[in-house]
C-alpha cells in the first residue's frame, strides 16, 4: 500500500510544483559569413513576471536591427507556459571565433542570467571556397539530365513557405507572419494570390519592394531565401480563424547542357503573362504553381474579470501624455489638444479617447497622427489624436483628465493610465481684422479661395481659346475639341451597399467595405499587397489629399471592419455612413486633378 502510494505521489508531484524558468542563448550553428546578418535570441520560458533585461552589448558586430520582443507560448505536462523571445539581428563585420555573452533579467524578482553561446565567423573567401566545393560533389541544378523528372526536380529546388510565431494568442496580441521563397533554380515567379486575413487588423512590414534576400542550407544544399511578406495581425475577436494559402506560379528554366551559373529569381505580383519574357535559345522552360499550406489561429477571448467599463480593446504595453497648444486664449480662436499614445501594441486598432470637454468649449474630431517603427514586433511607436478647439465663452475652464485603459500581457492584468487635467484661460476677442493675424484657414475658405483662383485660370484659358480661335479663323475654319475627365456617380459605386443597408447583420457593412476599397485602390493605384490603410494613408498624403477627407476614408473603414469581423454591436447610423461615404467619393472625383 506504501509503495503504491509512493508511486502515485511521484507521478502526482509535477503538478504541484510551478512552471519552471528557463533563459537561454541561442545563435545559428552554422558558420557565418562576414557581410552577412543573423539573429541571437534570449529566451525566456515559464516567468510570469521580467523586469530590466539587458545585454552587455556585441562589440564585435555590428547591430542592424533589436531589440525585438515576441510573445507567445509552449505547451507541457503542465499546460501552456509563457514565452518570450528578445530578438537583436547582428551583421558580422571580421573572421573569427566569439562569444555571445549572456543576457540578464530580474525574472519573477530573482536575478537570472543566460548562457553564453560561441559563434564563429568566416571570411567571403573562405565561404567562396566552402560552396565552389559542394558544387563538385552535387549534381548542377541548372542541367536537367536525360529522363530526369523536371517537375520533381522544381518541387526539391523551389518552394514557398510562411512562418508565425504562434498558433495561440489573445484577442489583439500580435501574430508575426512571414511569406518566403526558396529557391535554387533560375526562375520568374508570379504572385497570382494573396492570402486573405478575414478576423485580423494587418501591419505591413516588409513587401517584394524591400528585397530582402538572405541564404539558408537545407539537407546540405544552399538555397536563396527571398522574404517575399512580412506583416503584423492583430485579432480583432476570439475564436479559429484561417489564414488561405498564398499562390505563386512560376517559369523556370533548364539548361540544355551541364553549366555553372548563379541563381537568379525574379518575384513579381499579378503580372503573370503581361511583360514580355526573353527567352535563350539554350534553355528549355517548365512551369508550376505552388502555394503555401493554410494556417490555424485560435484567439482566445480577453478575460472578463475586472475589465474596465472603458475598455475599448488595446492590447499590449501604453503610455498616455496630453498637452495644449495654447494654455491662454482670445474667445473664438483656435487651439489643439494633443493626446500622445506611445508604448508598444495594437496601435492600428487604437481609437480616439473620450474627451469630456466643458462647457463654452467647442471641439471638433481629432486628427491621427502616427510614428511607428516599421521593423518592430510588436508594433511600437506612437499615435497622436490632435483635437481641434475654439472657447466660445470668457473664462477658465478646467480640461478633466483623458483615460485609456488596455491589457498588458506581460501582467494579465487590465491597466488605466490617465493624463492630468489642465486649464484653459479665455480671455477678451480676437483682434481685429486691421491686426494682422496668422490663422489656419478652414475647409469653407480654402474652398473659397481655389473657387476663385480656378475661375481666374478658367477666364485666362478662355481668352487664350479665343485668340488662338481669330488668328486660326484668318487662315481657315478649324475644329477645337475640349476633352473631359468624366467623374463617377458616388451613389451609383455605392448601390450595392445602399440594398442591404436595412438587412439585419454585417452584410451592409461588408459591401460597404469591398465597394470602397475597390474605389480607392483604383484611385490610388493600389494592387496586391499594397491594399491596405497605412500604404493608402501614405500614399493620399502623397497627393496632397484634405486630412479632414482622410481621416473620414480611415475611420469608414475601421467600421466596416469592426463591424464584420468582431462581435461588438455597433451603433452606428448606417444613413449617415453611407452619405460620409457618398461625401468621401464626391470630394475625391471633384478634386481629383489636383491629387492625381
Not at 293 to 311: E, H, R
Not at 482 to 491: H, L, N, R, Y
Request: proline share 6%; with cysteine; aromatic share 10%.
Amino acid at each position: 500500500m506504501k509503495k503504491r502510494f509512493a508511486i502515485a505521489l511521484f507521478f502526482c508531484l509535477p503538478l504541484c510544483l510551478p512552471a519552471q524558468v528557463v533563459f537561454k542563448t541561442i545563435v545559428p550553428p552554422e558558420k557565418i559569413t562576414v557581410g552577412s546578418s543573423f539573429r541571437v535570441q534570449f529566451v525566456i520560458e515559464g516567468a510570469q513576471k521580467v523586469d530590466g533585461f539587458k545585454t552587455t552589448g556585441f562589440p564585435d558586430f555590428r547591430v542592424v536591427a533589436g531589440p525585438s520582443l515576441y510573445m507567445g507560448s509552449a505547451a507541457t505536462l503542465l499546460g501552456e507556459k509563457p514565452v518570450r523571445n528578445i530578438v537583436y539581428t547582428l551583421e558580422a563585420i571580421r573572421p573569427g571565433h566569439f562569444l555571445i555573452q549572456g543576457a540578464s533579467a530580474l525574472i519573477d524578482q530573482k536575478p537570472w542570467t543566460s548562457n553564453n553561446a560561441p559563434i564563429t565567423i568566416i571570411s567571403k573567401q573562405e565561404a567562396e571556397a566552402k560552396e565552389k566545393a559542394a558544387k563538385k560533389y552535387s549534381a548542377n541544378d541548372y542541367y536537367l539530365q536525360p529522363g530526369e523528372d523536371p517537375y520533381q526536380k522544381i518541387k526539391n529546388n523551389l518552394f514557398v513557405r510562411v512562418e508565425v510565431d504562434k498558433k495561440t494568442c489573445i484577442m489583439g496580441e500580435p501574430i508575426l507572419v512571414t511569406y518566403k521563397l526558396y529557391s535554387c533554380l533560375q526562375s520568374r515567379s508570379d504572385i497570382i494570390k494573396n492570402p486573405g486575413f478575414y478576423g485580423f487588423s494587418v501591419f505591413d512590414m516588409i513587401s517584394l519592394a524591400d528585397k530582402v534576400q538572405t541564404t539558408q542550407k537545407i539537407h546540405g544544399k544552399l538555397f536563396d531565401v527571398h522574404t517575399i511578406r512580412q506583416l503584423q495581425l492583430f485579432p480583432l475577436r476570439a475564436g479559429q480563424f484561417t489564414i488561405d494559402a498564398m499562390k505563386i506560379k512560376n517559369s523556370v528554366a533548364f539548361s540544355r547542357s551541364l553549366v555553372h551559373k548563379k541563381t537568379e529569381q525574379e518575384i513579381i505580383e499579378g503580372m503573370y503573362g503581361q511583360q514580355p519574357i526573353s527567352r535563350p535559345s539554350d534553355a528549355v522552360y517548365y512551369e508550376n504553381e505552388i502555394e503555401t499550406s493554410p494556417v490555424t489561429i485560435n484567439v482566445k477571448p480577453l478575460p472578463g474579470t475586472n475589465k474596465p467599463v472603458s475598455f475599448s480593446g488595446a492590447v499590449g504595453k501604453f503610455f498616455l501624455a496630453s498637452s495644449l497648444e495654447k494654455k491662454t486664449l482670445a474667445k473664438g480662436e483656435q487651439s489643439f489638444l494633443k493626446i500622445m499614445v506611445s508604448g508598444a501594441g495594437n496601435f492600428i486598432q487604437l481609437t480616439a479617447p473620450t474627451v469630456q470637454w466643458p462647457e463654452g468649449i467647442e471641439a471638433f474630431a481629432p486628427t491621427i497622427e502616427d510614428h511607428f517603427e516599421k521593423t518592430a514586433m510588436p508594433l511600437s511607436g506612437s499615435r497622436t489624436f490632435v483635437f481641434p478647439f475654439v472657447a466660445t465663452q470668457e473664462g477658465a475652464f478646467q480640461l478633466p483628465a483623458v483615460s485609456l485603459s488596455y491589457f498588458d500581457i506581460d501582467s494579465n492584468l487590465y491597466q488605466t493610465i490617465s493624463t492630468p487635467s489642465m486649464t484653459v484661460a479665455v480671455k477678451g476677442k480676437l483682434p481685429s481684422a486691421k491686426t494682422k493675424l496668422i490663422r489656419q484657414p478652414s475647409i469653407e475658405a480654402l474652398n473659397k479661395r481655389s473657387g476663385q483662383l480656378a475661375a481666374i485660370i478658367v477666364s485666362v484659358l478662355a481668352g487664350m481659346v479665343l485668340l488662338y480661335w481669330i488668328f486660326r479663323k484668318r487662315e481657315g475654319p478649324t475644329d477645337v475639341t475640349i476633352a473631359t475627365v468624366p467623374q463617377k456617380d458616388a451613389a451609383a459605386l455605392l448601390q450595392p451597399a445602399a440594398t442591404k443597408i436595412h438587412r439585419h447583420g454585417p452584410s451592409f457593412f461588408m459591401s460597404l467595405y469591398q465597394v470602397l476599397w475597390q474605389y480607392l485602390a483604383e484611385k490610388f493605384q493600389l494592387e496586391g499587397t499594397a491594399i491596405n490603410k497605412n500604404k493608402l494613408l501614405e500614399t493620399a498624403r502623397q497627393k496632397k489629399m484634405p486630412e479632414d477627407i482622410l481621416q473620414k476614408m480611415i475611420q469608414v473603414l475601421t467600421i466596416c471592419e469592426t463591424a464584420q469581423f468582431t462581435e461588438v454591436p455597433l451603433a452606428e447610423n448606417r444613413e449617415a455612413l453611407l452619405q460620409t461615404a457618398n461625401d468621401i467619393i464626391t470630394a475625391l472625383e471633384k478634386h481629383y486633378s489636383e491629387y492625381l
